[in-house]
């Protein structure tokens, strides 16, 4: 609220029309991906304005070296896969009343009759150098 954008006529306007719009389809969360940036802060502001309760859903491996990055600061539930990832914002002291442990949501089935292909090469991953993690 210290940005001096947010008191002017054209941000209010925007604020109170995103308030209607979400106060008119009424749905009964906002879900996000993330509450780290602007966009997704606004949308919380805006549900919370009219009474929508708001979850942000895990969306990566989360490492204690980084916690600085930690979602589910704004939102008002924080989804994780798990244990290990609720002891990460747990050693954070994060709000643990927000955290909901979802698990992973598919029944892992481990199959003997792999048909192999050694011409594919499948790299999956996070760009954990973006944050400087070792």
């Known amino acids: 609220m210290n940005d001096p954008l947010l008191i002017s006529k054209n941000a209010s306007t925007l604020i ?11 749905p009964k969360f906002l879900l996000l991906a993330s509450d780290c940036l602007f966009v997704e ?22 490492l204690s070296r980084i916690s600085r990055f930690l979602d589910g600061k704004y939102a008002d539930y924080m989804f994780l896969w798990g244990d290990s990832q609720a002891n990460i914002y747990k050693n954070n002291e994060f709000d643990m009343k927000k955290i909901r442990i979802i698990g992973y949501p598919y029944n892992i089935v481990n199959s003997k009759n792999r048909i192999s292909d ?10 954990y150098e973006t944050y400087k993690a070792e």
């Open 41 to 62: 802060r606004f949308l919380i502001y805006c549900a919370r304005e009219a009474g929508i309760k708001s979850i942000c859903i895990q969306h990566g491996i989360f």
């Open 16 to 26: 109170n029309k995103t308030i209607k719009i979400m106060k008119s389809v009424s």
């Open 118 to 127: 050694k011409k594919k090469v499948c790299i999956l991953g996070q760009p």
